[in-house]
Nanobody, 120 residues
Framework: QLQASGGGLVQAGDSLRLSCAAS????????MGWFRQAPGEEREFVAG????????SYTESVKGRFTISRDNAKNTVYLQMNSLKPEDTAVYYC???????????????WGQGTLVTVSS
């Protein structure tokens, strides 16, 4: 089970850190991804980290602003989001996969999502 948290209402330019805590599985054994879904939009890949942590992937629109990381001791994956923009507003989901990928079908276990709202 994955539990995402850390969302909230912030202003443009602010920062948030999302957390994804896993129970019943060890995150160090999996690739982890963050996706987001805005109202009326499809779920899109945001960031991913490989099982070993040696590979990172970001969608172009968040490069240089978002950072994905993992703390294996806490069995948690994070998404540090800086310089937030109104277009970052979405429900953010964490997911577990066998390997790092950018497509939703490559992940087979999903958290419940946490809402991030960025006001202008």
């Amino acid at each position: 089970q994955l539990q995402a948290s850390g969302g909230g209402l912030v202003q443009a330019g602010d920062s948030l850190r999302l957390s994804c805590a896993a129970s019943g599985r060890t995150v160090s054994s999996y690739a982890m991804g963050w996706f987001r879904q805005a109202p009326g939009e499809e779920r899109e890949f945001v960031a991913g980290i490989s099982r070993t942590g040696g590979l990172l992937s970001y969608t172009e629109s968040v490069k240089g602003r978002f950072t994905i990381s993992r703390d294996n001791a806490k069995n948690t994956v994070y998404l540090q989001m800086n310089s937030l923009k109104p277009e970052d507003t979405a429900v953010y989901y964490c997911a577990v996969g066998a390997a790092l990928g950018t497509r939703a079908y490559q992940y087979n276990d999903w958290g419940q999502g946490t809402l991030v709202t960025v006001s202008s």
